[in-house]
């Protein structure tokens, strides 16, 4: 059995890494409730899923040139102090997000363009948090931190959405983005707290974006790195159907804010029971592969989400497919962290997190567009689709990503 269970050891080994899971557990407690709530107030005043999407995509490029200045600077400066501000800032967004929710007429241009610079400020903070968690833990430890660090993101995608399911049918809209900006108070106070985390300042002379080429340069001359990022990409663009959440809430299942965080929460249910197992994962050795097959079966589980329109079913299929994205999560960073030097990791990080954040955000368009034209379901179905198409394809032009022990 302890074979099984995840190895709790890297808590013990490094305080910062300890810290940095702390403050995580409250900020995406809080990043999931506003998950829920964007779109939820988006749909509210406009009845449409293409809307819902299309806020999803006017976010994309604040949050990837958020991501991309703050991988130039974590390969510059002190990486403690960058976390800081863009706690600070993360915070400041959702306070004035709940001063917008709770004013008697919404606008929904503040609305995006708030949740526009929430974006761009979790995107300046992701590449530097990803890029610490290595130097603070051995190699041996990686597959150990990544997973004990899915178990927190987990708790918080279940908790995250349940608690904004009871905040929007008891409280009020405005009570969603308070309690993000206070764990956001909460993530800039835990890393206070760590010790210093160097960069490798590295050509601190040359300019921002000149640092920013040279690291898609890297990028474009890493083949493994490209292969991760197209793995996440096929599974989150078109397997990702969050955007038609509130429809199926609201018009598939018959239900309210509680039916619609009980879906959003489903992925997370059946991550945090994997994660709790992960053990084995420290024993795969063909990670690419088992990388291609788990987002098989997350393809297939969002097809059959689309076919049965059934809650309990729906709730079943999505707790499969975040178990399967919960091992294709740990295994990817893992795989790229191992794969690249540290002279880039800030940097290589940040186009990591835009793909990582900003597939979904693809997938929020892509699906709510489908639906504009077509229907909830047929989007779903085909989404399902195209992504198990998505992976055959991967295999076939990557095949070292396949048969490789990477």
């Known amino acids: ?9 890297p ?12 403050g995580q557990l409250f900020s995406l407690l809080g990043s999931n409730v506003t998950m829920v ?14 809307w819902v999407g299309l806020a999803s995509l006017i976010q994309l490029p604040f949050l990837i040139a958020g991501s991309l200045w703050g991988g130039a600077y974590g390969d510059r400066f002190e990486r403690r102090t960058l976390l800081v501000v863009g706690s600070i800032i993360a915070a400041a ?5 709940a001063l917008n929710a709770a004013l008697s007429q919404h606008d929904l241009v503040v609305l995006i363009a708030l949740a526009a610079l929430a974006a761009a400020a979790g995107g300046f903070s992701g590449p530097v948090r990803q890029a610490a968690m290595p130097t603070m833990l051995r190699d041996d430890q990686l597959v150990s931190a990544y997973s004990l660090y899915q178990i927190v993101v987990n708790v918080s995608i279940v908790a995250g959405p349940s608690l904004a399911g009871v905040l929007l049918a008891s409280v009020s809209l ?13 993530l800039a106070g835990a890393t206070f707290m760590m010790t210093p985390i160097s960069s490798p300042r590295t050509n601190n ?21 490209q292969a991760v990022y197209l793995a996440d990409l096929n599974a989150n663009v078109f397997g ?9 809430a609201l018009t598939v299942y018959h239900g309210g804010p509680r039916t619609l965080g009980l879906l959003y929460a489903a992925p997370g249910i059946g991550a945090l029971l994997l994660a709790t197992f992960a053990g084995w994962i420290n024993r795969v050795t063909r990670r690419g592969r088992t990388v291609l097959l788990v987002i098989v079966v997350w393809g297939a589980a969002m097809t059959a989400l689309g076919v049965v329109h059934v809650l309990w079913f729906a709730v079943i299929v999505l707790a499969v497919a975040g178990a399967m994205d919960m091992v294709s999560a740990v295994l990817r960073a893992t795989i790229l962290q191992l794969a690249i030097t540290d002279e880039f990791r800030s940097r290589v990080s940040a186009i990591q997190m835009a793909v990582v954040t900003g597939g979904p955000r693809l ?13 909830t379901e047929f989007s779903i179905v085909s989404g399902g689709l195209a992504c198990l198409v998505g992976v055959g394809l991967l295999a076939w032009r990557r095949p070292s990503f396949w048969s490789a022990p990477v």
């Open 240 to 248: 990702l159907p969050r955007a038609l959440f509130p429809a199926l």
């Open 37 to 50: 709530a964007v779109p939820y107030q988006v749909y509210r005043e406009t009845h449409s899923s293409l």
């Open 1 to 9: 059995m302890p074979r099984l269970l995840v190895d709790w050891s």
């Open 205 to 225: 002379s040359h300019a921002l974006f000149r640092a920013i080429l040279e690291g898609f340069g890297y990028v474009r001359r890493h083949a493994v790195a």
């Open 93 to 97: 967004a959702s306070g004035v997000l």
């Open 11 to 22: 808590l013990r080994h490094s305080r910062n890494f300890r810290l940095l899971v702390i």
């Open 174 to 186: 405005s009570s969603c983005y308070l309690v993000d900006a206070l764990t956001f108070v909460a």
């Open 363 to 375: 997938g929020d368009a892509e699906s709510g567009v489908v639906a504009g034209f077509t229907s």
